[in-house]
């Protein structure tokens, strides 16, 4: 069991027979009277969201997830499909659940896919993925501000700001918590 204090942006927790994660979490302590966990949190298996509050003394069921190493295969239509790396079973997961995560899939990789009464709802990703830089403007020099960036678009169609010397045809390492560049990778 969880209390409304261990609430935190990434916590899994069960409502109603379902499966949440806390997309953003705020806290508040008004003058008088309890501690309020204001939550926005996103169901693990349709992907709707909803935003709810809670005061200190209630209390949240842990839900039953269980972790697979699996590798992305494919995808086809609203389907992205998985193969178990140990028995070679096959399942999916559809556009919905993965959510964001689709920018950072590439072709054969590997990664935990999340279940929950047996049916897969979520996957974690590697921490940094290598992307493959396919359009890149020109930089125009000129802008003084001290924070110069320019807009790429990579090989899975993601599009984020990286520094003036990135070119396309460059492969670059991406944090898929965040979204942001990290560093040119070397081949």
Not at 9 to 27: M, N, R, V
Not at 138 to 163: F, I, R
Request: charged share 30%.
């Amino acid at each position: 069991m969880f209390t409304a204090s261990d609430l935190r942006k990434g916590l899994k927790i069960q409502i109603d027979g379902a499966p949440f994660i806390i997309t953003k979490f705020e806290f508040s302590k008004p003058g008088k009277g309890q501690a309020l966990y204001r939550c926005e949190m996103r169901n693990m298996i349709n992907g709707n969201k909803h935003s709810q509050t809670y005061r200190s003394n209630e209390k949240f069921e842990k839900p039953d997830l269980s972790e697979r190493k699996m590798q992305f295969l494919y995808n086809q239509d609203d389907e992205y499909h998985f193969m178990d790396t140990e028995t070679y079973e096959q399942t999916f997961i559809t556009t919905e659940q993965m959510g964001d995560n689709i920018a950072f899939l590439q072709d054969n990789m590997e990664l935990d896919v999340l279940f929950y009464d047996e049916k897969p709802i979520d996957v974690t990703l590697p921490i940094f993925v290598n992307l493959l830089v396919t359009i890149a403007e020109p930089w125009a020099k000129g802008d003084t501000s001290g924070n110069d960036t320019k807009p790429v678009t990579v090989e899975s169609g993601y599009k984020l700001q990286v520094p003036p010397f990135v070119v396309e045809g460059d492969k670059i390492q991406i944090d898929t918590r965040t979204g942001e560049y990290v560093t040119r990778v070397k081949d």
